[in-house]
Protein backbone atom coordinates (compact mmCIF):
# COMPACT_ATOMS: atom_id res chain seq x y z
CA UNK A 1 0.00 0.00 0.00
CA UNK A 2 1.75 3.11 -0.67
CA UNK A 3 2.62 5.91 1.56
CA UNK A 4 2.65 8.47 -0.48
CA UNK A 5 -0.22 10.38 -2.58
CA UNK A 6 0.37 12.29 -5.58
CA UNK A 7 -2.05 14.44 -6.85
CA UNK A 8 -1.22 16.57 -10.28
CA UNK A 9 -2.81 20.25 -10.48
CA UNK A 10 -1.95 21.84 -14.06
CA UNK A 11 1.40 22.66 -13.70
CA UNK A 12 2.13 21.88 -9.96
CA UNK A 13 2.07 18.37 -8.08
CA UNK A 14 0.93 17.89 -5.09
CA UNK A 15 3.01 15.29 -2.95
CA UNK A 16 1.39 14.36 0.68
CA UNK A 17 2.96 11.94 3.18
CA UNK A 18 0.44 9.01 3.92
CA UNK A 19 1.15 7.22 7.33
CA UNK A 20 -1.99 8.78 9.34
CA UNK A 21 -1.52 6.35 12.18
CA UNK A 22 2.05 7.06 12.72
CA UNK A 23 1.47 10.73 12.34
CA UNK A 24 3.36 10.59 9.02
CA UNK A 25 6.67 9.35 10.68
CA UNK A 26 9.45 9.14 8.08
CA UNK A 27 9.67 5.22 7.92
CA UNK A 28 12.51 3.40 5.49
CA UNK A 29 9.55 2.45 3.39
CA UNK A 30 8.43 5.88 3.43
CA UNK A 31 11.63 8.00 2.50
CA UNK A 32 12.01 5.73 -0.41
CA UNK A 33 8.88 6.26 -2.50
CA UNK A 34 8.85 10.27 -1.32
CA UNK A 35 12.67 9.83 -2.74
CA UNK A 36 10.82 8.50 -6.40
CA UNK A 37 7.76 9.93 -6.06
CA UNK A 38 9.82 13.72 -6.26
CA UNK A 39 12.48 12.49 -9.15
CA UNK A 40 9.70 10.80 -11.51
CA UNK A 41 7.49 14.42 -11.29
CA UNK A 42 11.25 15.94 -11.17
CA UNK A 43 11.59 14.39 -15.55
CA UNK A 44 8.56 15.60 -15.91
CA UNK A 45 8.89 19.30 -17.59
CA UNK A 46 5.40 20.47 -16.74
CA UNK A 47 5.17 19.97 -13.44
CA UNK A 48 7.01 23.27 -12.14
CA UNK A 49 6.39 23.64 -8.77
CA UNK A 50 6.29 21.10 -5.97
CA UNK A 51 3.77 20.85 -2.56
CA UNK A 52 5.11 18.53 0.02
CA UNK A 53 2.70 18.31 3.18
CA UNK A 54 1.32 15.88 5.67
CA UNK A 55 -1.92 16.01 7.07
CA UNK A 56 -3.84 18.94 9.55
CA UNK A 57 -2.78 16.90 12.13
CA UNK A 58 0.79 16.23 11.39
CA UNK A 59 3.58 17.34 8.69
CA UNK A 60 5.64 14.49 10.39
CA UNK A 61 6.58 13.24 13.87
CA UNK A 62 10.05 12.71 12.55
CA UNK A 63 12.07 9.42 12.38
CA UNK A 64 9.99 6.37 12.67
CA UNK A 65 11.28 5.49 16.51
CA UNK A 66 10.17 1.94 16.29
CA UNK A 67 12.03 1.18 13.36
CA UNK A 68 14.89 2.67 14.59
CA UNK A 69 14.70 1.22 18.05
CA UNK A 70 15.25 -2.04 16.21
CA UNK A 71 18.25 -0.78 13.72
CA UNK A 72 21.74 -0.96 14.19
CA UNK A 73 24.21 1.81 13.00
CA UNK A 74 25.08 -0.58 10.30
CA UNK A 75 21.90 -0.83 8.85
CA UNK A 76 21.20 3.04 8.77
CA UNK A 77 24.32 3.46 6.88
CA UNK A 78 23.37 0.47 4.41
CA UNK A 79 19.56 2.08 4.24
CA UNK A 80 21.90 5.11 2.43
CA UNK A 81 19.87 7.51 4.50
CA UNK A 82 22.17 10.68 3.68
CA UNK A 83 21.80 9.88 -0.01
CA UNK A 84 18.04 10.14 -0.08
CA UNK A 85 18.16 13.26 1.95
CA UNK A 86 21.08 14.97 -0.67
CA UNK A 87 18.17 13.50 -3.67
CA UNK A 88 15.98 15.59 -2.03
CA UNK A 89 18.14 18.46 -1.58
CA UNK A 90 19.68 18.27 -4.95
CA UNK A 91 15.66 18.62 -7.18
CA UNK A 92 15.50 21.49 -9.66
CA UNK A 93 11.95 21.52 -9.71
CA UNK A 94 11.16 24.35 -6.41
CA UNK A 95 9.65 22.67 -3.51
CA UNK A 96 7.19 24.05 -0.87
CA UNK A 97 6.65 22.21 2.70
CA UNK A 98 2.91 23.03 3.40
CA UNK A 99 3.26 22.42 6.95
CA UNK A 100 0.22 21.77 9.39
CA UNK A 101 0.43 20.03 13.06
CA UNK A 102 3.55 18.67 14.08
CA UNK A 103 6.34 19.06 11.99
CA UNK A 104 9.75 16.95 14.31
CA UNK A 105 13.08 15.93 14.53
CA UNK A 106 13.24 14.86 10.66
CA UNK A 107 10.35 15.98 9.97
CA UNK A 108 11.18 19.41 10.82
CA UNK A 109 14.48 18.51 8.65
CA UNK A 110 12.45 17.65 5.64
CA UNK A 111 10.45 20.89 5.75
CA UNK A 112 14.24 22.70 6.05
CA UNK A 113 15.28 20.77 2.78
CA UNK A 114 12.28 22.46 0.89
CA UNK A 115 12.75 25.64 -0.86
CA UNK A 116 10.02 27.65 1.04
CA UNK A 117 7.79 26.99 3.82
CA UNK A 118 4.50 27.70 4.35
CA UNK A 119 2.59 27.06 7.94
CA UNK A 120 -0.68 27.09 9.28
CA UNK A 121 -1.10 28.76 13.01
CA UNK A 122 -0.98 25.26 14.40
CA UNK A 123 2.51 24.04 13.48
CA UNK A 124 4.60 23.16 15.64
CA UNK A 125 8.53 22.88 15.03
CA UNK A 126 10.92 21.16 17.08
CA UNK A 127 14.37 18.86 17.15
CA UNK A 128 13.32 16.68 20.35
CA UNK A 129 16.21 13.98 19.17
CA UNK A 130 18.34 14.24 22.30
CA UNK A 131 15.20 13.39 24.52
CA UNK A 132 15.69 10.33 22.70
CA UNK A 133 19.28 9.70 23.35
CA UNK A 134 20.28 10.53 19.47
CA UNK A 135 20.92 13.75 17.42
CA UNK A 136 19.21 15.30 14.27
CA UNK A 137 21.26 13.48 11.46
CA UNK A 138 19.72 15.16 8.71
CA UNK A 139 20.98 18.81 8.71
CA UNK A 140 18.98 19.24 11.40
CA UNK A 141 21.94 21.38 13.64
CA UNK A 142 23.28 22.89 10.56
CA UNK A 143 19.90 24.04 8.65
CA UNK A 144 18.48 24.90 11.56
CA UNK A 145 21.40 26.88 12.76
CA UNK A 146 21.14 28.92 9.88
CA UNK A 147 17.86 29.47 9.61
CA UNK A 148 17.11 30.75 13.20
CA UNK A 149 20.49 31.48 14.40
CA UNK A 150 22.56 29.94 17.39
CA UNK A 151 20.53 30.67 20.13
CA UNK A 152 17.18 29.16 18.72
CA UNK A 153 18.90 26.48 17.39
CA UNK A 154 20.52 25.61 20.74
CA UNK A 155 17.45 26.26 22.81
CA UNK A 156 15.83 23.89 20.33
CA UNK A 157 17.83 20.95 20.00
CA UNK A 158 18.87 21.02 23.73
CA UNK A 159 16.06 21.67 25.70
CA UNK A 160 13.38 20.19 23.55
CA UNK A 161 11.65 23.71 23.24
CA UNK A 162 8.67 23.95 20.19
CA UNK A 163 8.37 26.78 18.33
CA UNK A 164 5.10 28.25 17.33
CA UNK A 165 4.08 29.28 13.58
CA UNK A 166 4.20 32.62 14.59
CA UNK A 167 7.52 32.40 16.51
CA UNK A 168 9.47 30.09 13.59
CA UNK A 169 7.92 33.05 11.34
CA UNK A 170 9.82 35.72 13.62
CA UNK A 171 12.82 33.52 13.45
CA UNK A 172 13.31 33.26 9.58
CA UNK A 173 12.73 29.79 9.08
CA UNK A 174 8.73 30.36 7.47
CA UNK A 175 7.17 32.21 4.93
CA UNK A 176 4.53 32.07 5.42
CA UNK A 177 1.53 31.42 8.10
CA UNK A 178 -1.96 30.87 7.42
CA UNK A 179 -5.19 30.16 8.79
CA UNK A 180 -5.36 26.17 10.18
CA UNK A 181 -7.87 25.10 7.75
CA UNK A 182 -5.95 27.32 4.91
CA UNK A 183 -2.45 25.26 5.09
CA UNK A 184 -2.53 23.11 2.41
CA UNK A 185 -4.10 26.19 -0.44
CA UNK A 186 -1.86 28.60 0.51
CA UNK A 187 1.23 26.23 -0.06
CA UNK A 188 -1.00 25.62 -3.28
CA UNK A 189 -1.06 28.81 -4.27
CA UNK A 190 2.55 29.76 -3.57
CA UNK A 191 3.94 26.82 -5.79
CA UNK A 192 1.24 28.27 -9.00
CA UNK A 193 3.04 31.46 -8.46
CA UNK A 194 6.26 30.01 -8.94
CA UNK A 195 5.14 27.80 -11.73
CA UNK A 196 3.89 30.64 -13.96
CA UNK A 197 7.62 32.36 -13.96
CA UNK A 198 10.62 31.64 -16.55
CA UNK A 199 11.56 27.80 -15.74
CA UNK A 200 15.02 27.81 -16.34
CA UNK A 201 15.26 31.91 -14.03
CA UNK A 202 13.58 29.81 -11.43
CA UNK A 203 16.29 27.17 -11.50
CA UNK A 204 18.90 29.42 -11.34
CA UNK A 205 18.21 31.60 -8.90
CA UNK A 206 17.13 28.78 -6.52
CA UNK A 207 20.33 27.74 -7.14
CA UNK A 208 21.99 31.04 -6.38
CA UNK A 209 19.98 31.40 -3.38
CA UNK A 210 21.39 28.00 -1.99
CA UNK A 211 24.74 29.30 -2.94
CA UNK A 212 24.57 32.07 -0.38
CA UNK A 213 24.26 29.17 2.25
CA UNK A 214 27.49 27.19 1.39
CA UNK A 215 29.66 29.63 0.12
CA UNK A 216 31.80 33.41 0.77
CA UNK A 217 29.64 36.89 0.10
CA UNK A 218 31.96 36.93 -2.78
CA UNK A 219 31.89 33.48 -4.43
CA UNK A 220 27.83 33.84 -3.99
CA UNK A 221 28.23 37.19 -5.94
CA UNK A 222 30.43 35.72 -8.82
CA UNK A 223 27.87 32.35 -9.18
CA UNK A 224 24.42 34.94 -9.24
CA UNK A 225 26.62 36.96 -12.59
CA UNK A 226 27.45 33.70 -14.24
CA UNK A 227 23.39 32.20 -13.40
CA UNK A 228 22.25 36.00 -14.66
CA UNK A 229 23.90 35.63 -18.12
CA UNK A 230 22.67 32.25 -18.35
CA UNK A 231 19.13 33.52 -17.45
CA UNK A 232 19.76 36.10 -19.89
CA UNK A 233 20.50 33.95 -22.68
CA UNK A 234 17.26 31.90 -22.24
CA UNK A 235 14.23 31.82 -24.66
CA UNK A 236 12.44 32.37 -21.80
CA UNK A 237 14.20 35.68 -20.89
CA UNK A 238 13.54 37.00 -24.32
CA UNK A 239 9.93 35.88 -24.14
CA UNK A 240 9.76 37.47 -20.53
CA UNK A 241 11.20 41.04 -21.85
CA UNK A 242 9.29 41.18 -25.12
CA UNK A 243 5.92 40.22 -23.10
CA UNK A 244 6.08 43.05 -20.59
CA UNK A 245 6.42 45.99 -23.35
CA UNK A 246 3.87 44.14 -25.52
CA UNK A 247 2.00 44.02 -22.32
CA UNK A 248 0.99 40.72 -22.79
CA UNK A 249 1.01 37.25 -20.46
CA UNK A 250 4.34 35.54 -21.15
CA UNK A 251 4.65 32.22 -22.44
CA UNK A 252 7.46 30.74 -20.80
CA UNK A 253 9.12 27.35 -22.66
CA UNK A 254 11.39 26.58 -20.18
CA UNK A 255 14.24 26.93 -23.18
N1 LIG B 1 7.71 7.24 15.10
C1 LIG B 1 6.82 6.22 15.15
N2 LIG B 1 5.57 6.38 15.60
C2 LIG B 1 5.20 7.60 16.01
C3 LIG B 1 6.06 8.70 15.98
C4 LIG B 1 7.37 8.49 15.49
N3 LIG B 1 8.27 9.48 15.40
N4 LIG B 1 5.42 9.78 16.47
C5 LIG B 1 4.18 9.37 16.77
N5 LIG B 1 4.04 8.06 16.51
C6 LIG B 1 2.85 7.23 16.71
C7 LIG B 1 2.61 6.97 18.19
O1 LIG B 1 3.41 5.89 18.63
C8 LIG B 1 1.14 6.67 18.20
O2 LIG B 1 0.95 5.35 17.79
P1 LIG B 1 -0.10 4.39 18.60
O3 LIG B 1 -1.43 5.07 18.37
O4 LIG B 1 0.04 3.10 17.90
O5 LIG B 1 0.33 4.44 20.00
C9 LIG B 1 0.58 7.59 17.11
O6 LIG B 1 1.69 7.94 16.30
C10 LIG B 1 -0.03 8.86 17.65
O7 LIG B 1 0.92 9.48 18.51
P2 LIG B 1 0.60 9.95 19.99
O8 LIG B 1 1.89 10.05 20.74
O9 LIG B 1 -0.47 9.08 20.59
O10 LIG B 1 -0.03 11.39 19.68
P3 LIG B 1 0.02 12.69 20.60
O11 LIG B 1 -0.82 13.69 19.91
O12 LIG B 1 -0.27 12.36 22.02
O13 LIG B 1 1.57 13.17 20.55
C11 LIG B 1 3.64 13.74 19.47
C12 LIG B 1 2.12 13.59 19.34
C13 LIG B 1 4.18 14.07 18.09
C14 LIG B 1 4.01 14.85 20.45
C15 LIG B 1 4.25 12.40 20.00
O14 LIG B 1 3.75 11.33 19.21
C16 LIG B 1 5.76 12.35 19.93
O15 LIG B 1 6.43 12.90 20.78
N6 LIG B 1 6.32 11.69 18.89
C17 LIG B 1 7.74 11.53 18.73
C18 LIG B 1 8.39 12.81 18.24
C19 LIG B 1 9.89 12.64 18.15
O16 LIG B 1 10.59 12.44 19.11
N7 LIG B 1 10.43 12.72 16.91
C20 LIG B 1 11.83 12.58 16.64
C21 LIG B 1 12.14 11.18 16.23
S1 LIG B 1 13.89 10.92 15.99
Redesign the pocket.
Known sequence: MSVVKVERDGSIAVVLLDRP???N?LSDELMDELVSTLKELERDQAVRAIVLGGSER?FA????????AQSSAIDLYYQRRIERWDAIRGLWTPLVAAVSG?C????CELAMSCDLIVASESAEFGQ??T??G?IPGAGGTQRLTRAVGKALAMDMILSGRRLTAREALAAGLVARVVAKEAWLDEAKRVARAISEKGPVATRLAKESVDRAFDSTLSTGLEAERRALYLAFASEDAEEGLTAFTEKRKPEFKGR
Open positions: DQLAAAGADIGELYLGGGPEGLI
